[in-house]
């Protein structure tokens, strides 16, 4: 058998009518040398009649596991305890990848494995017909860190990222009580300072955005999740590398969310630096929270 470097993992929640793309497509795979690793969390679906049949046939090296839903970040949390292969590559549930998706990843890791500097590799991803998710990188190559690449290069859209295990381990999800979001950028903004990533202009994953989805579940879950998204604003608050612009934005939604949070000013001035900036976006986040909360609810 095959050394495994690689394990894809996917989460996933109620979506087993798109879960066979996925498995069709990972068969497809012109390099075999992965795992795919599948984290139910607390579907209500047919999602673990299908992760039967899939073990049954025997086609690829998989694993399924249930939990009890907690929400994407605590799906993850569990996936990624259980990988022991070099590298781990997150895949949405509703998604698919080309067919040398895994055979580009492994040819880029083994130019680049003995840098130590590097946290993985972050490739484009494309909408159904080909087109790339808003933007490429500047160079085809770019090794950098998220916040200098991603943040401070203007450089938006979702892309593909792949990271090494043993650095993925040293940053799980935080876990708020009983929210159930958490953006992952959080996660990747505090590996941003120790680690680097190299930015590849090719694309290993496709991304259709289907109702129900959590990219397109909007501004109401991530009010319902106060918590982590005032958590996800620190980490950028907190780190020196993000530029000026991000960080105004960052300081608005940190109160705003603070105030979803029930959190007095007081409160939330003492827990973030940047004092000046705090009371600059003070009345504008106030602003901005009633809005939402005419529009989302609480």
Not at 38 to 63: M, P, V
Not at 76 to 98: H, K, M, R
Request: positive net charge; contains cysteine; proline residues 3%.
């Amino acid at each position: 058998m095959n050394t495994r470097y690689l394990t894809i993992l996917t989460t996933t929640y109620n979506r087993s009518e798109y879960l066979p793309k996925l498995y069709e497509s990972l068969k497809q795979q012109s390099d075999l040398r992965f795992c795919w690793l599948l984290i139910d969390d607390g579907s209500q679906d047919h999602t673990a009649s299908l992760a039967k049949q899939w073990q049954q046939e025997g086609r690829l090296d998989f694993r399924y596991l249930y939990k009890e839903n907690g929400g994407k970040h605590t799906a993850l949390n569990l996936g990624i305890a259980q990988i022991d292969t070099e590298l781990t590559f997150i895949v949405d549930s509703d998604d698919w990848l080309p067919g040398n998706a895994v055979e580009r990843i492994l040819h880029y890791h083994e130019k680049y494995r003995d840098r130590k500097d590097l946290c993985g590799y972050s490739f484009l991803r494309c909408y159904p017909d080909g087109t790339v998710n808003t933007a490429c990188f500047p160079e085809k190559e770019e090794i950098g860190t998220y916040v200098d690449v991603r943040i401070n290069g203007g450089i938006g859209g979702d892309k593909a990222e792949v990271f090494r295990t043993e650095v993925l381990k040293q940053y799980p999800f935080p876990v708020f009580g009983q929210e159930r979001f958490l953006p992952e950028d959080l996660v990747w903004v505090k590996m941003s300072g120790p680690y680097r990533m190299v930015h590849i202009n090719e694309c290993i994953y496709f991304s259709d955005y289907l109702e129900g989805g959590l990219t397109r579940s909007g501004r109401r879950m991530k009010m319902r999740s106060p918590l982590g998204m005032m958590a996800r604003s620190r980490a950028y608050l907190e780190d020196a590398a993000v530029n000026r612009k991000t960080k105004i934005k960052m300081m608005l939604l940190y109160q705003v969310y603070g105030r979803c949070a029930g959190w007095k000013t007081g409160r939330m001035r003492s827990d973030v630096q940047c004092g000046c900036l705090f009371w600059l976006c003070l009345i504008p986040a106030w602003v901005i929270q009633r809005i939402w909360i005419g529009k989302y609810g609480k």
